[in-house]
């Protein structure tokens, strides 16, 4: 099974910066897509950003654009997400996923890690 290890999450003020990294046990065709998703209380998994870790091409939500970067170191064993200028509205679970496809729809992602909080206060 592909393994998924995020880290980094925690409690910050508005306008303030956090980067959540997720270790990945492996780069092979059923993990040719990595993203970050986030969930917040009453509202659905949605996708953050999303990148092809074959070619680094990044993909993001209106709401994080500008925002928040998503990337990898060159070995492809570490994905990052660097968020910037943190809102209230950005807290919520949020999850490593890993797929060959890369969909929107966080319901077509075969891997996922196990979730780590941001709470972001004004």
């Known amino acids: 099974q592909v393994q998924l290890v995020e880290s980094g999450g925690g409690s910050v003020q508005a306008g303030g910066s956090l980067r959540l990294s997720c270790a990945v046990s492996?780069?092979?065709?059923?993990?040719?897509?990595m993203g970050w998703f986030r969930q917040a209380p009453g509202k659905q998994r949605e996708a953050v950003a999303r990148?092809?870790?074959?070619?680094?091409?990044?993909v993001y939500a209106d709401s994080v654009k500008g925002r928040f970067t998503i990337s990898q170191d060159k070995a492809k064993t570490t994905l990052y997400l660097q968020m910037n200028s943190l809102k209230p509205e950005d807290t919520a679970m949020y999850y490593c996923?890993?797929?060959?496809?890369?969909?929107?729809?966080?319901?077509?992602?075969?891997?996922w890690g196990q979730g780590t909080q941001v709470t972001v206060s004004s």
């Open positions: 492996e780069y092979t065709s059923r993990t040719y897509w």
């Open positions: 990148i092809d870790r074959a070619t680094d091409i990044t």
């Open positions: 996923a890993a797929d060959r496809y890369g969909s929107i729809s966080s319901r077509s992602w075969n891997y």
